[in-house]
């Protein structure tokens, strides 16, 4: 059973969801042996169904720590070890060195210290009939940004590749795995993962992005990420189950699902982080699926994340059996504002206001990556077309992408990554303003500040640049 939040803090809720214009969102705390949720709003924008405390919300790269989770448990199963390689299991996991290759071991991937940076297919790419094991050997064409096992790099390939492993090593599917070993046995009973489209599920959320002053409702919940590092679902009833399961060491009703040294594994601190810019804190530790860091004298463990349509926060102190969580149905910093809300009400600590602060920091990051965008790709009104841009280009790291004209309008299809299918709009001498097909990448980091740029030598045009995913060179003959 659950209650409602303290009329103070729910109105205090209420406001940050109001401030950021978020459809639909959940709001959840445990403190010793009670459970608090909120509802709020309905599944689309201006529909009449409500969101409802069993309602399935996507919990973007907050999944990590179920990857994590479900590692130890299979420790505890005497089936994978910490310290495996990943590639004697997933030998398509290529790094840039070989000798990194063979010995990057399941702790490495889910500590994230890789020492790569976040680029590249592995990351970006995602076709719903390609499994991310094709993308893997791009990975040796990744910048490194890092020495192995220096500090953490944030890179999501390496959660898929920890999932893959931990299928193979099963012969389960990773959505069966996870719900079979971790979610029933914790009573997450309306939890999943699931990689593409959500589908079928009888109570879930609908994601909604932002175009302009607009906010619309995408037609299904959709995971472009990998499993392990994404593509799990839970309601705030789940929420709460998964942050008493953490706060409990993984018990559940006197006996253990994962034993008490398993989970303290994935507390380990593994690679040092930047600590965050507004919580005051000293230090920043990524261990197993978190962040571990200070607040305000305590120990602290969170994850945040965003997805096509969602953003999420989860935040967990064991020395004050505490544990919060918000999940938002719109890409904003509203779910993060809401769980530190939340975290310094129960802890009894000064009032911040996060809220405006989370808006403030949004709104920079967004301004400054619109202003980076308009310097490399200035919108100069010339509009020249290079007569000779159509053709096909490829990337190391990206796979292909073709230019074509159609219907008298340019198309950029990228062949590894279907969603960012557009229309190239001229703006500038050979620069094109990038309209996705699909709506909901048009959202405020990227489809409508995004730009490509063709690059000429001579009379030829010899590359293009995506703002977001650097250079393209064009295919010999083309």
């Known amino acids: 059973m659950h209650t409602a939040f303290a009329e103070q803090l729910d109105e205090q809720l209420s406001s940050i969801l109001a401030m950021f214009g978020i459809p639909a969102a959940v709001a959840v705390a445990v403190k010793g042996d009670q459970t608090f949720v909120k509802t709020h709003g309905f599944k689309q924008i201006g529909g009449h169904e409500p969101i409802g405390p069993d309602t399935v919300f996507s919990i973007a790269s907050c999944s990590k720590a179920f990857c994590a989770t479900l590692a130890a448990a299979l420790v505890d199963d005497g089936i994978v070890g910490w310290d495996d390689r990943i590639a004697d299991t997933v030998p398509e996991f290529i790094m840039d060195d070989p000798w990194i290759t063979r010995e990057t071991r399941l702790r490495d991937v889910l500590g994230m210290r890789t020492g ?57 599917s990773y959505s069966d795995l996870l719900s079979v070993r971790l979610l029933e046995p914790a009573g997450m009973s309306h939890a999943v993962s699931r990689p593409g489209y959500l589908g079928a599920h009888p109570d879930h959320f609908l994601p909604h992005v932002r175009l302009g002053e607009e906010i619309i409702a995408l037609p299904d919940p959709l995971c472009v990420g990998w499993e392990g590092s994404s593509c799990v679902y839970l309601s705030a009833n789940d929420a709460a189950r998964w942050l008493r399961f953490q706060l409990d060491e993984g018990m559940v009703n006197g006996g253990p699902v994962v034993s008490r040294a398993a989970i303290s594994e994935t507390r380990k601190p593994h690679a040092p982080d930047s600590p965050g810019p507004h919580s005051g804190e000293h230090f920043s530790l990524y261990t197993l699926g978190w962040q571990a860091f200070d607040y305000h004298g305590r120990l602290v463990f969170r994850h945040t994340g965003s997805e096509l349509g969602a953003s999420t926060m989860t ?86 992408a073709l230019i074509q004209a159609s219907e008298h309008e340019l198309r950029l299809i990228i062949a590894d990554r ?21 709506v909901g990448m048009e959202q405020e980091l990227y489809g409508r500040h995004m730009r490509l740029a063709a690059h000429r030598s001579g009379s030829r045009t010899t590359h293009i640049e995506h703002s977001l995913f650097n250079s393209f060179e064009r295919v010999h003959g083309e």
């Open 116 to 172: 790569l940076k976040r680029e590249g297919a592995c990351e970006y790419g995602f076709h719903p009939d390609r499994p991310c094991e094709d993308y893997f050997p791009t990975m040796r064409h990744v910048e490194r940004i890092a020495g192995f096992r220096t500090q953490m790099t944030y890179m999501n390939a390496g959660y898929a590749a920890a999932a893959k492993l931990l299928e193979r090593r099963t012969g389960q």
């Open 315 to 400: 935040i967990f102190c064991p020395e004050e059996n505490l544990g919060v969580a918000c999940f938002v149905n719109l890409y904003s910093s509203a779910g993060m504002a809401a769980a530190y809300q939340m975290l310094d009400h129960f802890l009894g600590v000064p009032e911040k206001g996060w809220a405006e602060l989370a808006q403030q920091t949004l709104a920079k990051r967004v301004d400054d990556a619109i202003s980076d965008v308009e310097t490399r790709f200035p919108a100069d009104g010339a509009r020249a077309i290079p007569a000779d841009i159509e053709g096909r280009y490829t990337s190391r790291i990206y796979g292909d």
């Open 418 to 438: 279907p969603m960012l299918n557009a229309s190239l709009i001229p703006v500038g001498d050979s620069v094109f303003d990038i309209r996705h097909d699909y």
